[in-house]
């Protein structure tokens, strides 16, 4: 199979990504379409790696789970202890910083 | 015996302190301490000038290093006292003067119910004179200078409820500023010229500097004295000055703080006489000032302001006798001493006049009261005698011989000088007759005051009239004591120096002429009230006569020439300063302010927004790498 199909779909995948963060308001939501991204970007870099014919690539898509995974443990750790204090999920509801 | 000079000025400065401190549990005796602690300096000065008198002419001067007040590097300045002939003159002055005014004013404020603060002002006062007087650099100098220039401010505007006696003692206080800006000039120049501003180092280098230095430095003690002897041309603030209590007006504007410039010129008579151009500057300010003071006084109904009138033009005698140089400094300094007994004795007598007429000063609202204040009149018509020169009086031999020295400047400066001396004395006999008519003699011209209680004219409580007996004898005997074999001139000569003048006249003629000048003024005076009935109502008066009751116009001249310029450039720099810097300002703050409210509206606090701008910037940042690419 043509490995630029694969492109396509993370391609895809990364728009969707992108989609649901704008789009959406619930935090644990928002937080799975930027985990959606981060793979897409980690298709993207497999996929590379294949068409250039080194381990790059793989090399990179290692680092990004690693990072993704600290990133799931701060993020979902902060996303909890909001939803404790103040009873919701919504984003839009942590507008506290603006004046 | 040296260690009494500096409790000489620490027992009023201390009175002061316990007075101001101690709150109203001294109310009902503080009076007594202030008074005992001035006696007590008196007598420590006696001491200190009979311990004097027993030693050589050589060893007479003393000094008394107390400790060092600021050391930093090559500067250096003590505080350190000198005790020499001048200095216990003007300490024996100041004290013995001060104690007896310290006694008046027990009686003549006894239901003043601020009394206890302003016997603490008094003894202030005392101390900051004594400081001036026994600093042996100008520095320290300067330290009594501004103390005497506080004391005065806060004693003049003692009744600050009366708003014309707190502008006087504003005004005196301004005015003496100037005077005292070049007194603090003249210590820098002095301190950049020899290193030092004590008094032995400064006078001994005198002689390498450069007359011009010279000259700059005398000049600017010529301003510092002009503001606290109240000369011309910082003459305006003395006759304001008469706002505050009576007891004042006879201790601080006449027997001590306007003396401050004559002992300053004599003090620096190493600088004055080698710069003759200032020296002529003194002349003519003393000159201007005696005529300029006997006018003002022949004018006023006030009898307070003819006697400030009369102060001026005799300090005037004085520091012209001082600007004459060697010949006259012995002389300015025998004459302030015989007129600190007589014009105390005045305005104390003067105060006792007003505290029997219900504190009525009109000169033409008295008349007749000898027979009711019989112990005032007499001591009265002694300090009356004296300063008109009577014949063998205190004010006989301390003016004539001032005369003589002006004669002995020689020349067409000599005659002139002398004339202006001459004029003077007729002139001080004419307004000093004046008002003892006014005041004893003639008929009653009694008027009630404000709440129509008619005046009960009485003698004065013992308490004043016991100081006002004291000057007397002063008045009556001081000069002839102090001529007795021209014993005071021998006393002063090693500070001061001495030249006999050459007079074109004999000294026999001076005195004739003088005497003949007074007469003559008397006569004139005798002629104008004693003859006629004085009205009540002050005539219109000549042009002179008009301009005269306006000090001379000084107060409109400086109002037109200082003052209205003065606020019109504030005014000025007022417009500048709120429509155009303060503008400028404003503006750019209320520019930026608007520009950051608008910015502000970009931050919404919603995570999308954000995220939609890192989106949007990435996709710029991606677009335009792959752009760059493909050109």
Known sequence: MNPVNYLYLAALLFTIGASGVLIRRNAIVLFMCVELMLNASNLALVTFSRMHGNLDGQILAFFTMVVAAAEVVVGLAIIVSIFRTRHSASVDDSNLMKL | MNSLIPLLVAAPLAGAALLLLGGRALDRFGHWIATALAALSCAFGLVLFFDMLGRDTEHRAVTERLFSWIPVGGFRADVSFQLDQLSIVFVLLITGVGTLIHLYSVGYMAHDERRRRFFAYLNLFLAAMLILVLADNYLLLYVGWEGVGLASYLLIGFWQHKPSAATAAKKAFIVNRVGDMGLSIAIMLMFAEFGSFAFRPVFSAAGDASE??????????????????????????????????TPVSALIHAATMVTA??????????????????????????????LFGAIVGCAKDDIKKALAGSTMSQIGYMIMAAGLGPIGYAFAIMHLVTHGFFKAGLFLGAGSVMHGMNDEVNMRHYGGLRKYMPWTFATFMAGYLAIIGFPFLSGFFSKDKIIEAALAKGGTEGWILGTCALVGAAVTAFYMTRVVLLTFFGEKRWQPDAEGHRPHPHESPRTMVIPMVVLTFGSLFAGGLFSLGDSFLHFLEPVTGHEEGHAPLSAFAVSAIATVCMAAGVGLAWLKYGRKPVPVQA???????????????????????LVR???????????????GLDGFVNGLAAAIGGLSGRLRRIQTGYVRTYALSMFGGT????ASTLLMRSV
């Open chain 2, 539 to 561: 005539p219109r008066g000549s042009l002179l006569t008009r301009a005269a009751r306006r000090d001379l116009l000084q107060d409109d001249f400086n109002h037109a020439v």
């Open chain 2, 619 to 622: 996709l710029v940042l991606v």
């Open chain 2, 212 to 245: 011009g230095k010279l000259t700059a430095i005398a000049l600017m003690l010529l301003l510092a004295a002009c503001g606290k002897s109240a000369q011309v041309p910082l003459q305006s603030w003395l006759g304001d000055a008469m706002e505050g209590p």
């Open chain 2, 261 to 290: 410039g004559v002992y300053l010129i004599t003090r620096s008579a190493s600088i004055f006489n080698l710069a003759p151009d200032a020296q002529t500057a003194v002349v003519v300010v003393g000159a201007v000032t005696l």
């Open chain 2, 565 to 579: 310029p003065g606020s019109a450039l504030a005014a000025t720099l007022v417009f500048f300063d709120s429509k």
